[in-house]
C-alpha cells in the first residue's frame, strides 16, 4: 500500500511542473541502474515484500488476491483508474527520457569510437620516443668515457678564460668609460666604475693597475663636474635630477652640498615669483597668482626635494649618513623663510583692503589662500606654514570687523549730521522750529542704523559661509562669531551709540549749548528704544544668524540695556538743563536790564513773559511727538484764578492768623521763615522721568528759580512790584497745566511775588481784580 500511495502522488504531479518532472525522471533512473539517493546500491533485503509494486519482489498474483480481500468493488475500480494513469504517465516519461538522452547516446558512441583510434596513434607515438630515448643515453654514456679524463683540464681553462674576461674588462674600462662620457650615458659609467673600484683599490700597487685606477679617477672627475653643472642649471626633468642626484651620491658628492645647492636654486625662482606680486591690485588676482605660482611651485620643490633626499632608499654607505634627517631640517628652514616673506606680501596686501562695500573678494581671496596652504601641510608635516596662514586668515578677519566698526560708527556720525541739518534747515527756511519731524526723523535714524548694522552682518556673514573652508574649523568660527562679530562689532557699536550720545551732554554749557535741544531729546529716545527693543533684537539677530556660543564671556544684554536707558537719563536731564537755561536767560535778562525802582505803572503784561508761555508751549509740542503724556496729580477747579500775596506764605497766615495785615513787616519775614521750614522742600535738578510731564516740570522749575535769585539782586519801587504782580499771575494763568503739581508752580510764584515785595522800597500791591483784567487783556 505503500508504494501505491506513492505511485498515486508521483501521478497527481502537475505536467508542467519542470523541477517536479525532472527530479521524477532522475528518480527512475537510479531506480533502474539500482541507485539510491547517496548514489550507491540499494540493499536487497529492503525490497523483499512481495506486495510491494515498487521492489523486485514484487508477486502480481499476491498482490491481487490482497486487493480483492481487502478493498471493495468501487475501491478496486479506483485503484484500476489509478494504475492506468500512473501506466500512462511513466510511458510518456520513458519516451521523453530517451528522446532527451539519444543525442547524448549517439555522441557518446563516436567518442568511444574516436578514443580507440586515438589510442591506437598514441601508442605508436610512445614506441618511437622509447626508441629515442635509449639512443640518446647510449650516445651520452659515450660522451661521459670520453672526456672523463680531460675534465679537470676544462674546469682549469674555465676559471682561466672568466679571469682574462675580468682584465679585458679593467683594461678597457677607461675607454669605456670616455665612450659613456661622450654618450652622456652617467648612469652606465657610474655603474662601471663601481664594479671596478673595489679590484682597483685592491691591487693599486701593481703599476699597470695604478695606471688604469688614474685614468678612471680623471674621468669619473670629469664627469662629476658635467653632473653637478647639469644639477646646477636645473633645467632639466624631475627624472634628470633625481639621477643627477643619485649618481652624485654614489661618487660621494657631499649630501649637505647637494641639499645647499638645490635649496638655493629653487630659491631663486621662488623669489623671482615674490617679486612679480608686489605689482598686483585686485586682491583675488594677487591671491590667485601666488597660489598658482609661488605655492604651486613650492609644493613642487619641497615634493623633488623629499623625492630626491629624504624618501629616496639609503643603501651602502649612504645609509650610515642619516641623510633624510638632515636633508628634512634644511627643508624647514627654507620653507619658513621663503613662507614669511610671502606672508608679510600677503598682510601688507590685505592691509590695502580699506573698501567695506563688497566682502566677497577677500573672502574668496582668502578662502583659496587658506584652501592651498594645505597642500603644504600634506607634504611636509610638522611645517608651520599652515598654521601661520591660518593666523593670517584670523587677524584679516579680526581687521574686517574693525573696518566694519567704524564704517558703522562713521555712518552714525554722518546720521546724526543729517538729522542736525534737518533740524537747523526749517529755522533757516521758515525762522519757525518744526517740530512735527521729529518723529519720522526718530524714525528714519532708527530704521538706517538698523539697516545699516544687518547689511554689514551680512556682509561679516560671507566669512562663515558652508563652501568656505576654514568657517568651520574650530580654531576660527567660535572666537569669531563670540568675540569678533559680537563683542567687537555689534556691542562696541552699541556702546558707541551710548558713548558717543553722552558726550553730547559734556560741556555744553560753557560752549554756549551748541548742541540743539531738539537733538538731545531724539537721541535720548533713540537711546530708550535701544534699552527696551532694539538692543535685544540686534544681539538675538546676531546669535541666531551667527550660531553664537558663549563659550568666552561674553556682555549680558541686561548691561547694555542698562548703559543704553543711562544715557537716554543722562541726555533727558540734559535736555531739561539746556532749555531750562534758555528760559533763564530771557528772564534774567528782563530783570536785571530794566529800572524796577523808577518804572512806570503796569498797564500790560511784559513781552518776555509772553515768550516763555510761548517757548514753553513750544516745548510741550515737542517733547509729546516723543515721549507719552505722564501723571498730573488732580487739578484744583481754580488753577488759572489763584491770586499773589504780597508777602509770602500769605495764604496759609490768612488761614491760621486772619488778623494778621501788612503793616507788620517783621512778623510777616518770621512767618514767611517758619513756613519754609515746614513746607516740602523742592528739588530743582532733579532726574526727570520719561515723560513729558515731567520733562517740562523740571524746566519750569529751573526757570522759575532762575526767576527767583534774579529777583532776590534787585530792588523794588511801586510799580516794580506790582508789574511783577503782573507777570506771576500771567505765568500761573497758563503754566499750571504743564507741570504734574500746580502746588510747585503757585509755590514758585508766591515765592517770586513775596522777595519781591520784602525787596520793595514802597511795598503797595495792585488789586487782584485789576491784575485779572490786565492779564486777560494781555
Known amino acids: 500500500m505503500d508504494g501505491d500511495i506513492c505511485a498515486t502522488d508521483t501521478a497527481t504531479t502537475p505536467p508542467d511542473s519542470d523541477p517536479a518532472r525532472k527530479r521524477r525522471v532522475h528518480g527512475m533512473l537510479k531506480l533502474y541502474y539500482g541507485l539510491n539517493e547517496e548514489g550507491k546500491t540499494v540493499d536487497q533485503a529492503e525490497s523483499m515484500n512481495p506486495c510491494d509494486i515498487n521492489g523486485t ?54 567518442t568511444i569510437r574516436k578514443m580507440k583510434n586515438d589510442f591506437k596513434k598514441m601508442e605508436d607515438e610512445m614506441d618511437c620516443l622509447s626508441t629515442n630515448m635509449a639512443a640518446i643515453t647510449e650516445f651520452s654514456a659515450h660522451i661521459s668515457g670520453t672526456l672523463q ?13 672568466t679571469l682574462l674576461r675580468k682584465l679585458q674588462f679593467l683594461f678597457e674600462l677607461p675607454a669605456r668609460l670616455n665612450k659613456c662620457l661622450e654618450l652622456q650615458a652617467y648612469s652606465q659609467a657610474v655603474s662601471s666604475h663601481r664594479r671596478a673600484r673595489c679590484v682597483l683599490q685592491q691591487y693599486s700597487h701593481m703599476p699597470s693597475f695604478r695606471g688604469i685606477q688614474d685614468d678612471c679617477h680623471a674621468i669619473m672627475d670629469k664627469l662629476a663636474q658635467e653632473l653637478r653643472q647639469k644639477f646646477r ?17 654614489q661618487l660621494d658628492e657631499p649630501a649637505e652640498e647637494l641639499c645647499d645647492k638645490f635649496l638655493s636654486h629653487a630659491q631663486s625662482r621662488l623669489e623671482a615669483n615674490l617679486r612679480g606680486l608686489e605689482a598686483e591690485t585686485d586682491i583675488l588676482e594677487f591671491i590667485d597668482r601666488g597660489c598658482n605660482e609661488f605655492v604651486s611651485s613650492l609644493c ?12 629616496r632608499p639609503q643603501e651602502g654607505n649612504l645609509a650610515s649618513k642619516d641623510i633624510p634627517h638632515m636633508a628634512i631640517g ?22 590695502e583692503e580699506k573698501s567695506v562695500g563688497d566682502n566677497s573678494l577677500l573672502v574668496r581671496a582668502l578662502d583659496r589662500f587658506h ?80 539697516n545699516q548694522i544687518k547689511s554689514v552682518l551680512a556682509s561679516v556673514h560671507l566669512f562663515t559661509a558652508k563652501d568656505i573652508t576654514f568657517s568651520n574649523k574650530p580654531y576660527f568660527k567660535g572666537e569669531f562669531c563670540s568675540q569678533g562679530v559680537r563683542e567687537s562689532l555689534v556691542v562696541n557699536f552699541i556702546k558707541f551709540v551710548c558713548q558717543s550720545s553722552r558726550q553730547f551732554c559734556e560741556s555744553a554749557g560753557d560752549r554756549g549749548g551748541s548742541t540743539p535741544p531738539a537733538l538731545l531729546l531724539l537721541l535720548s529716545r533713540l537711546c530708550l528704544d535701544y534699552e527696551t527693543s532694539t538692543i ?42 539746556v532749555q531750562g537755561l534758555i528760559i533763564s ?41 516723543l515721549y507719552e503724556e505722564g501723571v498730573r496729580k488732580a487739578h484744583s477747579s481754580d488753577s488759572s484764578k489763584r491770586t499773589f500775596s504780597v508777602y509770602s506764605g500769605s495764604r496759609q497766615q490768612t488761614r491760621y492768623a486772619p488778623s494778621y495785615a501788612p503793616s507788620a513787616p517783621m512778623d510777616t519775614n518770621l512767618l514767611s521763615n517758619i513756613h519754609k521750614l515746614f513746607s516740602e522742600r523742592i528739588d530743582i535738578f532733579s532726574p526727570v522721568e520719561f515723560n513729558k510731564v515731567s520733562v517740562l516740570t523740571g524746566i519750569i522749575k529751573i526757570s522759575l528759580k532762575t526767576f527767583l535769585e534774579c529777583v532776590r539782586l534787585r530792588t523794588f519801587g511801586r510799580y516794580g512790584l506790582q508789574q511783577i504782580q503782573v507777570d506771576c499771575n500771567y505765568l500761573q494763568m497758563y503754566l499750571w497745566r504743564f507741570v504734574s503739581d500746580e502746588n510747585l508752580v503757585h509755590f514758585l510764584l508766591d515765592e517770586i511775588v513775596g522777595s519781591t515785595a520784602h525787596r520793595c522800597l514802597d511795598p503797595a500791591p495792585m488789586e487782584q481784580s485789576v491784575i485779572e483784567v490786565i492779564c486777560e487783556r494781555g
Open 57 to 110: 519482489h514484487f508477486d502480481p498474483e499476491v498482490y491481487l488476491n490482497k486487493l480483492r480481500r481487502e478493498c471493495s468493488l468501487g475501491e478496486l475500480m479506483d485503484q484500476e483508474s489509478c494504475m492506468v494513469k500512473q501506466i500512462r504517465s511513466l510511458d510518456s516519461d520513458m519516451q521523453t527520457l530517451v528522446y532527451e538522452n539519444y543525442n547524448k547516446f549517439i555522441s557518446a558512441t563516436d
Open 149 to 161: 679524463d680531460q675534465h679537470a683540464q676544462i674546469t682549469k681553462l674555465s676559471g682561466v678564460h
Open 233 to 249: 642649471d636645473g633645467g632639466s626633468s624631475a627624472e634628470d635630477l633625481s639621477e643627477c642626484v643619485e649618481l652624485l651620491l
Open 300 to 311: 613642487l620643490v619641497i615634493a623633488s626635494y623629499q623625492e630626491l633626499f629624504v624618501n
Open 330 to 351: 634644511k627643508l624647514h628652514a627654507f620653507v619658513d623663510a621663503l613662507a614669511t616673506c610671502y606672508f608679510s606680501l600677503v598682510e601688507r596686501r590685505i592691509q
Open 371 to 450: 584652501r592651498r596652504l594645505q597642500a603644504v601641510a600634506k607634504l611636509l608635516p610638522g611645517s608651520a606654514v599652515p598654521s601661520q596662514g591660518t593666523e593670517i586668515v584670523v587677524r584679516a578677519a579680526r581687521e574686517r570687523i574693525k573696518q566694519y566698526l567704524a564704517a558703522l560708527q562713521s555712518f552714525y556720525l554722518d546720521s546724526l549730521r543729517d538729522v542736525r541739518q534737518a533740524l537747523a534747515a526749517p529755522r533757516l527756511a521758515t525762522g519757525k522750529d518744526a517740530p512735527a519731524s521729529l518723529p519720522e526723523l526718530l524714525s528714519s535714524l532708527s530704521a538706517s542704523i538698523l
Open 536 to 577: 535685544t533684537y540686534i544681539l538675538t539677530l546676531t546669535d541666531e544668524q551667527f550660531l553664537v556660543q558663549h563659550h568666552s564671556p561674553v556682555t549680558a544684554v541686561a548691561a547694555l540695556c542698562g548703559e543704553a536707558r543711562g544715557a537716554a537719563q543722562k541726555l533727558l536731564n540734559h535736555y531739561v538743563k
Open 585 to 625: 536767560q530771557m528772564l534774567r535778562k528782563s530783570v536785571e536790564t530794566r529800572d524796577w525802582v523808577n518804572t512806570i505803572e503796569p498797564r500790560n503784561v511784559r513781552a518776555v513773559m509772553k515768550r516763555v508761555v510761548e517757548d514753553t508751549t513750544s516745548i510741550d509740542v515737542q517733547v509729546g511727538l
